[in-house]
């Protein structure tokens, strides 16, 4: 039990658990999933599906962290991803077959690796701060993607775009499916290969590393690069859900988000230790927990209130000074208690 | 001393957290005007000791008398009010803060409510005119060196009314003029019978400042003696409680080495600033002792040799090639190994396993693709956590969990992994326990036996001399000489290390 309460996703974990748990209580049709011409729907299934480009942007954020950095610029990628992607779609004759939808991505995806090659560029070879060197892109992105779309929201009716975001494979949504593809690959990266323990040790400390020989300039820049690549892939999966590309809307505020999510799983700002399985479940709560205020029918305009008011309660429950107070009170608690018992019985006796 | 009553007097006190016992029925006295070291490996209970005088612990059983009276101190603040003081090794400073302001920091004169500014500078110049230092108390503290701003310490430590004052290793990060400043002060606090302990590694400084030896071992009292008939070689047999004989250095066999041609060779080697037109070979199976004071040149060398700095002239040749030997990387796949001298800033990963501690250069070699097997892994770390005596055996702990010691055979281990033909090893032997000093010290004679070339620099002259084959002698940034260690004595070597305008020994 003791070994449990001391995983370090046991915490993150619980956050995520009683945040479903509220929203099961509340209302017993969250939990429900119906099946509907082969296919799953229901709050969950919404969630799932609706999480992924976050646990894209997450993940390569994750990765970015542990190198004790920050990738600020992840929804500025996005919306020059999605802005790539359209355009080449809208003005191909034939906006509805598959090899222009393919041909569209793979180079929204390849400019959003030479997006995320520059944020490592600027952080591991000229030594720029990341929040600085990342701001950059955060700042000037969004006015490249007006550039690629003209200034307009550019839109497209292409079928095989919609089934990136809304489409289904076997039961479940495809999204869900490119999120799955994406962890098991980083995942796998991760315990398969040397990078998680070079990355750990480069975010621990830059300088040891390099005195035991590890190349700390290219772990870097690959984490960025991975960011880079996957904020693309969020940022398709974004316009394929509104079959638009809008420069403004895209990915905005997403990089805080995704900060958000990565903290809640119990990866450290400081860099270093880090773990995908904790971003995935930061990235579920808090997309659970937009989908909780939604639910609830907290008007728009209020949500980011509650939304606030909720990430300080399940920050708080996962802070080891709570546990530790806790732990006292309620050793006091009982010590009282037994005490007073013991009173009780002397009296009696 | 008999007659005279102790200044302070702890009897029977022991400190124990939960199960552990930390500190067990120790008695230790204080008296008016002494210098009093406290001696014992790493764990014997020394900080347990000082916290439990200066307020930081409480005791569990027995008594404080200061002044005869019984006291008890449940914070630092209440023993500081007795006149208890202590200044640790990590100044405790505010760096961004003038002199005098420091010196007052919390105790502020006031003057309508506001800070006194005069009367705060004038106390000031007057505390340090007394102990005869020659600082501005309006210079800005971070200013000055490391030994400076330990002084300060001490005077802000004295500058209320001070009966004891605890050094806890006060010249770890001192040159030898610098602890030769703090040491006049030391002796201008004796004479105003101020009681002193002197927590120090160095047993020369012990031998020289203190007049009496407090000797813990495993949270017990081993006795108290004075200095002037205390032998060394018995003080150090008390700590450890073990046989003289394994501190004998090591007699080689075979000196008639000179003849073989060095590894590695290096020629008119300069780096800004620290070393300039150094010539160093280093042949299999032989150690070469760097002596030379702090800011002789001694790391820069050490680091130029290893590509850890960039050259700005000079050639360094492996196995007669000239090579570029940075980055580290490019140093370790030539078989040139660099083990810093700050374990905690260029060293250790503490976040991380001694598993991915030791195996660290070894993966980065191999590159991020061809990752070592966890199995594989654990019997590496295994094989030299027990061919180097790494305690405890759990791999898997936090590296910077370990002690000291263990920690430098962590950072040993990670280089011995790649097999390497030199071994550059910079203050191996700092901050850690007499025994695992010399564990290590007999560890780099296995290595240099089993034909390693092995560079080991230290601050004790008197290591040095023992690990040494041959001896380089570093002075403002230059190798001034190199010779063999036979026939070199402790005295010799220290006038050879001094400045030419400092009086030998």
């Given amino acids: 039990m003791t070994k449990i309460l001391k995983h370090r996703l046991f915490w993150p974990a619980a956050a995520l658990v009683s945040l479903l748990a509220v929203n099961i209580i509340a209302n017993q049709s969250f939990a429900r999933i119906t099946m509907r011409d082969g296919q799953l729907y229901g709050a969950l299934i919404d969630i799932l599906r609706q999480s992924a480009p976050l646990m894209l942007v997450a993940l390569g954020m994750t990765l970015v962290i542990a190198t004790r950095g920050i990738d600020l610029s992840v929804g500025a990628i996005m919306a020059v991803s999605g802005a790539v992607a359209l355009t080449i779609i809208d003005s191909s004759p034939s906006p509805g077959s598959l090899g222009t939808v393919a041909v569209a991505v793979v180079v929204a995806l390849l400019v959003s690796l030479v997006l995320g090659a520059w944020n490592g560029f600027l952080v591991s070879v000229l030594g720029i701060q990341p929040i600085i060197a990342t701001l950059v892109l955060m700042l000037a992105g969004r006015g490249v993607a007006l550039l690629i779309t003209g200034g307009a929201i550019t839109t497209v009716n292409s079928a095989p775009l919609k089934f990136i975001a809304s489409g289904y494979l076997f039961i479940l949504p495809f999204a869900f499916f490119i999120s799955v593809a994406a962890i098991a690959t980083v995942g796998l990266l991760e315990r398969r290969t040397a990078l998680g323990v070079l990355t750990e040790a480069v975010g621990i400390n830059p300088e040891a590393s390099r005195l035991a020989g590890v190349r700390a300039r290219g772990i870097k820049w690959s984490a960025y690069v991975a960011s880079g690549l996957l904020a693309g892939i969020a940022g398709v999966i974004y316009a394929s859900n509104i079959s638009a590309a809008d420069a403004n809307a895209a990915g905005f505020l997403i990089e805080l988000y995704a900060i958000l999510a990565v903290v809640l799983g119990g990866t450290s700002l400081m860099g270093g230790k880090f773990s995908i399985a904790g971003t995935v479940i930061g990235v579920l709560t808090v997309q659970t927990l937009g989908s909780t205020i939604l639910f609830f029918g907290v008007p728009s305009a209020q949500s980011p209130v509650v939304f606030a008011a909720v990430v300080i309660l399940v920050v708080l429950l996962q802070s080891d000074l709570v546990h530790r107070t806790a732990k006292r009170v309620w050793s006091q608690v009982r010590a009282e208690f037994t005490s007073s018992n013991q009173q009780d019985t002397e009296v009696a006796s | ?505």
């Fill in chain 2, 1 to 505: 001393m008999d007659g005279v009553r102790p200044l302070l007097e702890l009897s029977g006190a022991s400190v124990r957290f939960g199960p552990i016992v930390a500190l067990d029925n120790v008695s230790f006295r204080m008296y008016p005007g002494e210098v009093h070291s406290l001696m014992g490996e790493n764990g014997a209970g020394k900080s347990t000791l000082i916290k439990a005088i200066t307020g930081a612990h409480e005791l569990t059983t027995g008594t404080l008398t200061l002044d005869g009276k019984t006291v008890h101190f449940d914070s630092p603040r209440a023993a500081h009010a007795a006149g208890i003081n202590a200044v640790y090794q990590e100044i405790d400073l505010l760096p961004n803060l003038s002199v005098a302001e420091n010196i007052a920091l919390g105790r502020e004169p006031r003057r309508y409510g506001m800070i006194d500014n005069r009367q705060m500078r004038e106390h000031a110049t007057e505390v340090l005119r007394d102990l005869g230092l020659d600082v501005d108390p309006a210079s800005i503290l971070g200013r000055h060196s490391l030994a400076v701003q330990q002084l300060v310490a001490i005077a802000r430590a004295i500058s209320t009314d001070v009966k004891v004052l605890v050094l806890d290793e006060p010249t770890s990060s001192l040159d030898m003029d610098e602890v030769a400043e703090l040491f006049r002060v030391i002796r201008e606090l004796k004479q105003r019978g101020v009681a002193i302990l002197f927590v120090s590694h160095f047993l020369e400084q012990v031998y020289e400042i203190c007049d009496r030896i407090t000797v813990l071992r495993d949270g017990a009292l081993v006795g108290e003696y004075l200095t002037t008939e205390l032998l060394r070689i018995d003080l150090v047999q008390k700590m450890l409680g073990r046989d003289p004989a394994e501190f004998t250095s090591r007699r080689r066999a075979a000196i008639e080495q000179a003849a073989k041609p060095a590894f590695l060779s290096a020629r008119g080697v300069t780096t800004f600033p620290g070393i300039a037109e150094a010539d160093i070979d280093l042949a299999e199976g032989e150690v070469i002792g760097v002596a030379g004071l702090l800011g002789s040149g001694r790391t820069a060398l050490a680091r130029a040799i290893t590509g850890v700095d960039v050259l700005e002239q000079g050639v360094v040749k492996v196995e007669d090639r000239a090579r570029r030997l940075d980055p580290p990387r490019r140093a370790l796949a030539l078989g040139v190994a660099y083990s810093s001298e700050n374990r905690r800033t260029e060293g250790l990963l503490g976040d991380l396993s001694v598993i991915d501690n030791i195996t660290l250069a070894l993966q980065a070699q191999r590159g991020v693709w061809r990752r070592i097997r966890p199995a594989r892994q654990r019997e590496l770390a295994a094989s030299w956590a027990d061919a180097l005596g790494i305690r405890p055996s759990d791999l898997d702990r936090p590296a910077g969990t370990l002690s000291g010691g263990n920690q430098q055979k962590v950072m040993l281990a990670r280089l011995l992994a790649l097999a390497p033909r030199v071994l550059v090893l910079d203050e191996p032997t700092r901050g850690i326990d007499v025994g695992a000093k010399v564990e290590i010290q007999n560890l780099v004679a296995d290595l240099a036996d089993n034909g390693l070339a092995v560079v080991f620099i230290s601050a004790e002259l008197e290591e040095v001399l023992r690990v040494g084959d041959q001896i380089a002698i570093l002075r403002d940034g230059e190798i001034v000489d190199i010779l063999p260690s036979e026939g070199l004595n402790f005295d010799a070597l220290l006038a050879l290390v001094a400045r030419p305008d400092m009086p030998a020994a």
